[in-house]
């Protein structure tokens, strides 16, 4: 079978984020899933998900990922602590450090991104660390906690590090719930790194949405060649014939070289399982037949694998 990596997805503990990151949450889920039959869309099967999704050592994840054929996923630690408060958190460098030792239990299957908000002090040396010690693969950044991308005293030492060493950028893109601020994850802000850095490797989560700024986000990635789009999150909003269209339209303008495949998936079932969602781009060829257009096997292979091989470098890191 091809490979199948999922670029964008989380392993979690209860005292990995503030609790107030989540606050309102249930009411959102259940009208953002409201379409779907119930337990999904009822307010409780938030709560009630979430107090078994606990999975810091990745082994549900894995087991997940067995039943999805999914070869490999990539964790994105997120740091909420300086825009949220850190009251109960276990310190930002020791989240990343968890994560990495779920990489040394699952060689191969899982990799991690070191995540970290630019404005902390140390921000340049939690990265270096986990790069260095711990065998962080690419940074993820949350700007919704309060910063712009283009930020030039902010962000861009993090950015040069990264030159340095080839290695990604993630960025969480769109509309956030909550206490985040919304307007901070506009594509338009990356599209300003992306000139100053023309040779770093960009990625929009989520693709900035596909309910918020996705099209937007098409645009910058259309203009911007080191720009790349990540599909997690798609999978609650979109139709199979939606998803279809929409392949076809981003392939056409930037390329499948560039769509990379992911889920966002932190131990909760929003709507799709992993393994539909997989099914759904290995669908994609067929659908397309019946619409009248074309996707060759070998795109669906890029944008379900082997994109996010090539973008993060996995065959420098497999051990």
């Known amino acids: 079978m091809p490979l199948v990596v999922d670029c964008h997805m989380h392993i979690m503990e209860p005292d990995w984020n503030p609790m107030n990151v989540s606050s309102g949450m249930a009411e959102s889920w259940a009208r953002q ?16 998900a979430w107090s078994v ?9 894995v087991a997940r990922m067995d039943e999805a054929g999914v070869d490999a996923s990539v964790m994105m630690p997120m740091d909420h602590g300086v825009g949220l408060g850190e009251e109960g958190v276990i310190p930002i460098a020791e989240k990343n450090r968890l994560c990495a030792e779920a990489t040394k239990r699952h060689p191969g299957r899982l990799y991690t991104f070191c995540g970290v908000d630019p404005r902390r002090p140390d921000a340049l040396e939690i990265l270096t ?12 950044l949350y700007p919704t906690n309060g910063f712009y991308p ?20 993630l ?4 509309h956030s719930a909550g206490r985040h601020k919304s307007k901070y994850g506009h594509p338009i802000y990356v599209d300003s790194a992306a000139a100053d850095f023309p040779d770093l490797r960009f990625i929009l989560g989520h693709s900035a949405r596909y309910e918020t700024w996705a099209h937007e986000a098409i645009s910058v990635a259309i203009y911007k060649t080191n720009v790349h789009l990540d599909m997690s999150l798609w999978q609650h909003w979109i139709s199979p014939d939606e998803l279809t269209r929409k392949i076809v339209w981003m392939r056409d303008r930037i390329g499948a070289d560039r769509i990379l495949f992911g889920s966002d998936m932190a131990g909760i079932e929003v709507s799709l399982t992993l393994k539909q969602w997989v099914d759904q781009f290995r669908m994609l060829p067929e659908w397309a037949k019946q619409l009248g257009y074309r996707i060759p096997q070998h795109e669906i292979d890029q944008i379900l694998g082997e994109n996010t091989r090539r973008v993060y470098r996995l065959d420098h890191h497999t051990p």
Do not use: C, M
């Open 53 to 61: 999704a606990a999975d810091g050592n990745g082994d549900k994840a």
């Open 150 to 169: 283009d930020d030039e005293d902010v962000v861009y030492p993090l950015y040069r590090f990264l030159l340095e060493r080839d290695l990604p950028v």
């Open 33 to 48: 899933v409201r379409w779907y039959e119930p337990p999904k869309s009822d307010p409780e099967y938030f709560a009630e």
């Open 171 to 174: 960025l969480h893109q769109g």
């Open 129 to 140: 660390t986990a790069v260095d010690q711990w065998g962080a693969i690419g940074l993820k």
